[in-house]
């Protein structure tokens, strides 16, 4: 492989793995990556074949994957460690009301997450394959199952943090439906996203009757739903 298509394989891999936040062009996805590195790696078809069978379940993935997941997990608790820093960064410049400031530290943290992805891929190409495998298998269980637990707790930091911001008493009914969905339900994205429609007509059918309600005369908080739970 030329070092040309050796850039091109860490560049997909960095767009992956900002992708994987931001989910905005699916680069993340099985099939459109491995399409994009048999692209530059002139193997396009094996690379369309191979995302198009990427899913292939847990068992798979643990056969395939387990040595190498250990890096990637160190790099992700890394990140997200860092991450949470540049959150306590971003607040102190809003409160500074520098924009600017808060931009430059929300676009390196989301190059930060492009960084855990592309390191390893980039180790995979200028390190022997078998290098690598002995030397993850030989890290001890007590350190590989720190990061998993250090990992969790750095994750669940994370949504605290979203949820403090975006909770508020209108909110909390959609994220008790999402969180009691979420952890019981075996539905698809397509069954999720039509439960995401109905919500979204029923906030919709609830604004407009306290709307309505207050044409009438009632006083009102400015936030219809906002009012609609109040009388209850």
């Known amino acids: 492989?030329?070092?040309?298509?050796?850039?091109?394989?860490?560049?997909?891999?960095?767009?992956?793995?900002m992708e994987g936040i931001l989910d905005e062009f699916q680069f993340h996805q099985p099939l459109v990556a491995c399409t994009l590195i048999g692209?530059?790696?002139g193997n396009l078809e094996a690379g369309i074949v191979l995302g198009g069978q990427g899913i292939k379940g847990v068992p798979s993935a643990i056969a395939i994957a387990v040595p190498l997941a250990?890096?990637?997990?160190?790099?992700?608790m890394i990140v997200r460690t860092i991450a949470v820093h540049i959150?306590?960064?971003?607040?102190?410049?809003?409160?500074?009301?520098?924009?600017?400031?808060?931009e430059m530290w929300h676009?390196?943290?989301?190059?930060?997450?492009?960084?855990?992805?592309?390191?390893?891929a980039g180790a995979l190409l200028f390190i022997p394959a078998e290098t690598v495998r002995s030397f993850l298998e030989?890290?001890?269980?007590?350190?590989t199952d720190g990061m998993a637990i250090g990992g969790g707790m750095v994750v669940a930091v994370g949504y605290a943090l979203v949820i403090n911001m975006m909770a508020t008493k209108e909110v909390?009914?959609?994220?008790?439906?999402?969180?009691?969905?979420?952890a019981i339900s075996?539905?698809?994205?397509i069954a999720l996203g039509a439960l995401g429609v109905a919500l979204a007509l029923i906030y919709l059918n609830l604004s407009k009757m306290g709307g309505s309600s207050s044409n009438g005369g009632g006083s009102n908080s400015g936030d219809p739903l906002g009012d609609i739970l109040n009388d209850y």
Request: hydrophobic share 70%.
């Open 39 to 41: 692209l530059v790696t």
């Open 87 to 102: 959150v306590h960064l971003m607040d102190a410049a809003a409160e500074e009301g520098n924009i600017r400031k808060v």
């Open 70 to 76: 250990v890096a990637g997990l160190f790099l992700t």
């Open 1 to 17: 492989m030329s070092i040309i298509s050796m850039i091109l394989v860490v560049f997909v891999a960095f767009l992956a793995g």
């Open 172 to 182: 909390w009914p959609f994220f008790v439906i999402g969180f009691v969905v979420a």
């Open 186 to 189: 075996q539905l698809t994205l």
């Open 138 to 143: 030989s890290m001890p269980a007590w350190l």
């Open 107 to 120: 676009i390196i943290a989301v190059c930060l997450q492009g960084v855990r992805i592309a390191v390893p």
